[in-house]
């Protein structure tokens, strides 16, 4: 093929790609990377989900070929493209369309994470959209008199327009949980811009419904082996932003731009033999089958899950199926929305070998790859199995992959709910730690528009940054600037503090759980009872929660997690209660209660909490300071030595009166100690030398 534009070459007519006969023969049942272009039917996988009623349990799928198109909501369907009475967001993946509560049913009140919210929409809303479509413009062959962006966004650089899908997607949760209309506003204009363009990719020379602010000869590119950054990463980004734009904000011309995106990646890919292709999966290309699996979920058309089937990457995937740990030296970000995909592609089809990699691999990263906070990866990448001590680093904990690791977990989770299993709470525990320590942390408080840092690092007089292997000449003192920067990590911070509603609760058939401890209101039409959870958490080990509305029985639970130093009291309306904690000492679990809820009841559960100290695997002596959940961090201030302190252990104590603050003796100094979500503008250290 020409370096140059590809409409040089015979394009296929827009939507031409045939969907897989019905009666087609059935596939084996584990995805092979021996073929892994032979499609799993819709009806296939209604087969291997034991029917069509396992699939209408967690929101039914529409039947092959009632696709919902734009402007008209068939099969009883919302204007977001989905069955009432569930979430229906497709990322929210099967499970979680009777697991999750939509974003619009819970409200962050006063607390850290309503207030990284409200930075976060600042900047959602200043960002000027003829700004971000510049480049888009440019390569359609329009005019634009926008001032171009800087950074990853600059009109040279080959992963620019990812962020514009990232906005999409942010101002459609943002749309979808605070009810803000400027937002939907703001992302309606952006899609009208992109599908505008979209429509004149043959005239520009481009193939039937390619969208991208690059041209498409970078997949020639691609396809040939040549060097070139991540083109497929892109078009997932612009795929799940149509899809959030769809679903979420109700913008209906997103689904007609995300169909045509869709059906120009299937022609695309559909050319290419099975050894050419996963030479083309050697290069990152994000979540890009998830969000096809996503939009199959819409559509039912069954072209985009042979498609999404098609981005198996046999040499990552094949070993996690196995149970196999060879995460070392993987590059972490480029890898773990492979495994997302994966666990979509194990809900839309049946496959174990699917839910097989994705459970391996969250123990395999959880267990054996992963730092204190939550976080992995040094430099970027996994080290070897076990290595904590011997990778810290200025460069640990990049910002993405704590946001896939979260993605990830909250979709295993849901997945036990929908199979009437009582929530893992060492799910819940683990996204605890990483949400409050790690991704709470990455955002600026000192800035309006909430700046979002790419690495949180763990050495020895760590400081939050600007990535200054990627910007050397950068403020030190900064982690992100307006129009400037444009990392990946700036990008998915634009959905990471938009959405720390959505696991907050959970619901099944009887009741609803309590996942996590944070200030908010949940609405719950299925019993038509609100409920609030007040707590100055973590800071406060009480958890309150209150009927606020409405009055019905049901089932409800409150996490118990591993780290609770002793049983926790519980109190109904003031009243000590007993008998209702399901869990072992040390062990995750639950507070269940079932009563007839009624307006006014209040239910009071106090966590205790305890120091403790948690050793690297591979140097016992290299030991972090936990207290609960939270990960504290020395207080360093303008300076500190890059040689890791030595702690007094027994010297560590917790400040009276003073919200989460301790001290202790480092190299026979004092040294004050708090959240490492806290430590800003400072250097700060994790990881100590204890004798």
């Given at each position: 093929?020409?370096r140059?534009?590809?409409?040089?070459?015979s394009?296929r007519?827009?939507g031409s790609?045939?969907?897989?006969a019905?009666?087609s023969?059935p596939?084996e049942?584990a995805?092979?990377?021996a073929?892994?272009?032979?499609?799993i039917?819709?009806?296939?996988?209604i087969?291997?989900?034991?029917?069509?009623?396992?699939?209408?349990?967690?929101?039914?799928l529409l039947?092959?070929g009632?696709t919902?198109?734009?402007?008209g909501?068939g099969n009883?369907?919302?204007?977001?493209g989905?069955?009432p009475?569930s979430?229906?967001?497709?990322?929210?993946?099967?499970?979680?369309?009777?697991?999750?509560?939509?974003?619009?049913?819970v409200?962050l009140?006063?607390?850290?994470?309503?207030n990284?919210?409200?930075?976060?929409?600042?900047?959602l809303?200043f960002l000027?959209?003829?700004?971000?479509?510049?480049?888009?413009?440019?390569?359609?062959?329009?005019?634009?008199?926008a001032?171009a962006c800087?950074?990853?966004?600059?009109?040279g650089?080959?992963v620019?327009g990812?962020?514009?899908?990232h906005l999409?997607?942010?101002?459609?949760?943002?749309?979808a949980?605070?009810?803000s209309?400027?937002?939907?506003a703001?992302?309606?204009?952006l899609?009208?811009q992109?599908?505008?363009?979209?429509?004149?990719?043959?005239?520009?020379g481009?193939?039937?419904?390619?969208?991208?602010?690059f041209?498409?000869y970078?997949f020639?590119?691609?396809?040939?082996g040549?060097p070139v950054w991540?083109?497929?990463?892109m078009?997932?980004k612009?795929?799940?932003g149509?899809?959030?734009?769809?679903?979420?904000?109700?913008?209906?011309?997103?689904?007609?731009?995300?169909?045509?995106?869709?059906?120009?990646?299937?022609?695309?890919?559909s050319?290419?033999?099975?050894?050419?292709?996963?030479?083309?999966?050697g290069v990152?290309?994000?979540?890009?089958?998830?969000?096809?699996?996503?939009?199959y979920?819409?559509?039912?058309?069954?072209r985009?899950?042979a498609t999404?089937?098609?981005f198996?990457?046999?040499?990552?995937l094949d070993?996690?199926?196995?149970?196999?740990?060879?995460?070392e030296?993987a590059?972490?970000?480029v890898?773990t929305?492979?495994?997302?995909?994966a666990?979509?592609m194990?809900?839309?089809t049946?496959?174990?070998?699917y839910?097989d990699?994705?459970?391996?691999?969250w123990?395999?990263?959880?267990?054996h790859?992963s730092?204190?906070?939550g976080g992995?990866g040094d430099?970027?990448?996994?080290?070897?199995?076990?290595?904590?001590?011997?990778?810290?680093?200025?460069y640990?904990?990049?910002?993405?992959?704590?946001?896939?690791?979260?993605?990830?977990?909250?979709l295993?989770?849901?997945?036990e709910l929908y199979?009437?299993?009582?929530?893992?709470?060492?799910?819940?525990?683990?996204?605890?730690?990483?949400?409050?320590n790690?991704?709470?942390g990455?955002?600026?408080?000192?800035s309006?528009?909430?700046?979002?840092?790419y690495y949180?690092?763990?050495?020895?007089?760590?400081f939050?940054?600007?990535?200054?292997?990627?910007?050397?000449?950068?403020?030190?003192d900064?982690y992100?600037?307006?129009y400037d920067?444009?990392?990946?990590?700036?990008a998915?911070?634009?959905?990471?503090?938009a959405?720390?509603a959505?696991t907050?609760?959970?619901?099944d058939?009887?009741?609803?759980?309590v996942n996590?401890f944070?200030?908010?209101?949940?609405?719950?039409a299925?019993?038509?009872?609100?409920?609030r959870?007040?707590?100055g958490?973590?800071d406060?080990p009480?958890?309150?929660?209150?009927?606020v509305?409405g009055?019905?029985?049901?089932?409800?639970?409150v996490r118990?997690?591993?780290?609770?130093?002793?049983k926790?009291q519980?109190r109904?309306?003031?009243?000590?209660?007993?008998?209702?904690v399901r869990?072992?000492?040390?062990?995750?679990g639950?507070?269940?209660?079932n009563?007839c809820?009624?307006?006014?009841?209040s239910?009071?559960?106090t966590?205790?909490?305890r120091?403790?100290f948690?050793p690297?695997?591979?140097q016992?002596?290299?030991q972090?300071?936990?207290?609960?959940p939270?990960?504290?961090?020395?207080?360093y201030?303008s300076g500190?030595?890059t040689t890791m302190p030595?702690?007094?252990?027994a010297?560590?104590?917790?400040?009276?009166?003073q919200?989460?603050?301790f001290q202790?003796?480092?190299?026979?100094?004092p040294v004050?100690?708090?959240?490492v979500?806290?430590?800003?503008?400072?250097?700060?250290?994790v990881?100590w030398?204890?004798?």
């Amino acid at each position: 093929m020409s370096r140059g534009k590809t409409g040089e070459d015979s394009p296929r007519p827009a939507g031409s790609a045939p969907a897989p006969a019905e009666d087609s023969q059935p596939a084996e049942d584990a995805p092979s990377s021996a073929d892994p272009g032979r499609p799993i039917t819709r009806r296939r996988a209604i087969a291997a989900f034991g029917g069509a009623a396992a699939l209408a349990a967690g929101g039914m799928l529409l039947a092959s070929g009632d696709t919902a198109e734009p402007g008209g909501y068939g099969n009883g369907l919302t204007a977001g493209g989905y069955v009432p009475a569930s979430t229906g967001y497709a990322p929210d993946g099967t499970a979680g369309r009777a697991a999750a509560f939509p974003l619009g049913s819970v409200r962050l009140l006063d607390s850290p994470f309503r207030n990284n919210q409200t930075r976060n929409t600042n900047y959602l809303l200043f960002l000027d959209p003829d700004r971000m479509l510049h480049t888009f413009r440019l390569n359609y062959g329009q005019p634009s008199s926008a001032q171009a962006c800087g950074g990853w966004e600059s009109p040279g650089v080959e992963v620019r327009g990812h962020t514009t899908g990232h906005l999409l997607s942010g101002l459609a949760i943002t749309y979808a949980n605070t009810g803000s209309e400027t937002a939907r506003a703001r992302g309606e204009y952006l899609v009208s811009q992109l599908a505008a363009l979209q429509a004149l990719a043959t005239s520009a020379g481009y193939s039937p419904g390619y969208l991208s602010a690059f041209p498409e000869y970078y997949f020639d590119w691609l396809e040939q082996g040549r060097p070139v950054w991540s083109p497929y990463y892109m078009i997932h980004k612009y795929l799940a932003g149509m899809i959030d734009q769809y679903q979420l904000a109700g913008v209906r011309q997103a689904l007609g731009v995300a169909t045509a995106l869709a059906d120009w990646v299937d022609w695309r890919t559909s050319r290419l033999p099975y050894e050419q292709m996963q030479s083309v999966l050697g290069v990152e290309f994000g979540g890009l089958p998830e969000a096809l699996a996503n939009l199959y979920s819409i559509t039912g058309e069954e072209r985009y899950l042979a498609t999404a089937q098609r981005f198996y990457h046999a040499a990552f995937l094949d070993p996690l199926a196995a149970g196999e740990d060879q995460l070392e030296g993987a590059q972490c970000n480029v890898s773990t929305p492979k495994v997302i995909a994966a666990l979509r592609m194990w809900e839309e089809t049946g496959s174990q070998k699917y839910r097989d990699i994705a459970e391996n691999f969250w123990q395999i990263v959880t267990g054996h790859h992963s730092y204190v906070i939550g976080g992995s990866g040094d430099h970027e990448h996994w080290q070897a199995p076990g290595v904590i001590a011997a990778a810290l680093s200025n460069y640990t904990c990049e910002g993405c992959v704590s946001y896939n690791m979260l993605k990830l977990t909250r979709l295993l989770y849901f997945g036990e709910l929908y199979f009437g299993q009582q929530g893992r709470a060492d799910l819940l525990d683990y996204y605890e730690r990483t949400l409050f320590n790690h991704m709470l942390g990455t955002q600026d408080p000192g800035s309006p528009h909430g700046f979002n840092c790419y690495y949180t690092g763990l050495s020895a007089g760590a400081f939050k940054q600007q990535p200054l292997n990627y910007f050397p000449n950068g403020n030190p003192d900064v982690y992100s600037t307006d129009y400037d920067d444009f990392t990946c990590d700036n990008a998915t911070g634009l959905e990471t503090q938009a959405k720390f509603a959505d696991t907050i609760y959970s619901r099944d058939s009887r009741g609803v759980y309590v996942n996590l401890f944070i200030p908010s209101e949940v609405r719950c039409a299925d019993q038509n009872i609100t409920l609030r959870q007040t707590t100055g958490f973590p800071d406060d080990p009480v958890v309150t929660i209150t009927i606020v509305s409405g009055a019905a029985p049901m089932v409800l639970r409150v996490r118990i997690p591993s780290w609770a130093a002793a049983k926790p009291q519980v109190r109904l309306n003031g009243a000590v209660i007993t008998g209702v904690v399901r869990a072992a000492p040390g062990a995750a679990g639950w507070v269940v209660i079932n009563r007839c809820w009624r307006p006014g009841d209040s239910l009071e559960v106090t966590l205790p909490m305890r120091l403790a100290f948690s050793p690297a695997p591979d140097q016992p002596s290299v030991q972090a300071v936990t207290y609960g959940p939270v990960v504290l961090s020395g207080a360093y201030g303008s300076g500190a030595s890059t040689t890791m302190p030595v702690l007094d252990t027994a010297s560590v104590r917790r400040v009276p009166a003073q919200a989460m603050t301790f001290q202790a003796v480092a190299d026979g100094q004092p040294v004050t100690m708090i959240p490492v979500a806290r430590a800003q503008h400072q250097h700060f250290t994790v990881y100590w030398q204890t004798a």
